[in-house]
């Protein structure tokens, strides 16, 4: 069964349309909603996706007071930092740092672990439709086989007609000549018999 086709185009469109409803886009949920596709394939897509999002947030323009605002609060909280937990955020920046590289670490071999189940689910198909085609060519093999033996099994048998036929024939003709030889047998003792009352 062919695969569905995912198109750049497809998972935007899917990505915005379960956005709409409150929903996350993912990877699975974008699979389900197309019907299919390459986990690979989607997963490419809907990064690009995300990251067009981001790029669209980021070009939002801010009331002034708003960002007044927001540069007042960055401010502030720089501040509070700085004063208050520089040494913590070298370690949360640390422990994060790890858990990204852990995560990214998983998201890979999920994402090669997929790629050999989709490959190992290729081959596997290729493998089921080899083995119909050589069904099919043993069917016919079978087939021409029996018709093989069909046409030797009536051959055998005109065959042996054939030779009840001459079986026949042949004691019609060894009859004949046995009753030939009788004549031939009589006709000698006769003209034998006809010789000696002349000599007499």
Do not use: C
Not at 11 to 36: H, K, N, Y
């Amino acid at each position: 069964m062919a695969k569905a086709m995912v198109t750049q185009d497809r998972v935007f469109e899917v990505a915005d349309m379960l956005t709409a409803r409150g929903e996350e886009p993912s990877i699975l949920s974008v699979q389900a909603a197309i019907g299919g596709g390459s986990y690979s394939t989607v997963k490419r897509y809907l990064d690009i996706w995300k990251e067009a999002g981001r790029q669209r947030r980021a070009q939002i323009d801010l009331p002034d007071a708003a960002v007044e605002r927001l540069m007042s609060l960055g401010r502030d909280f720089w501040v509070l930092l700085e004063e208050r937990a520089a040494l913590q955020v070298d370690q949360i920046r640390a422990d994060a740092k790890k858990e990204a590289a852990a995560l990214e670490s998983q998201v890979r071999q999920a994402e090669q672990a997929i790629a050999k189940l989709e490959h190992d689910k290729d081959r596997l198909e290729q493998l089921a439709a080899d083995r119909e085609a050589a069904n099919l060519a043993l069917q016919a093999e079978v087939h021409v086989q029996r018709e093989r033996a069909t046409a030797a099994e009536s051959k055998e048998t005109q065959l042996e007609a054939r030779i009840v036929d001459l079986k026949a024939e042949l004691d019609r003709t060894l009859g004949q000549a046995d009753a030939e030889r009788q004549a031939a047998s009589s006709a000698r003792k006769e003209a034998q018999a006809a010789r000696l009352q002349v000599l007499h």
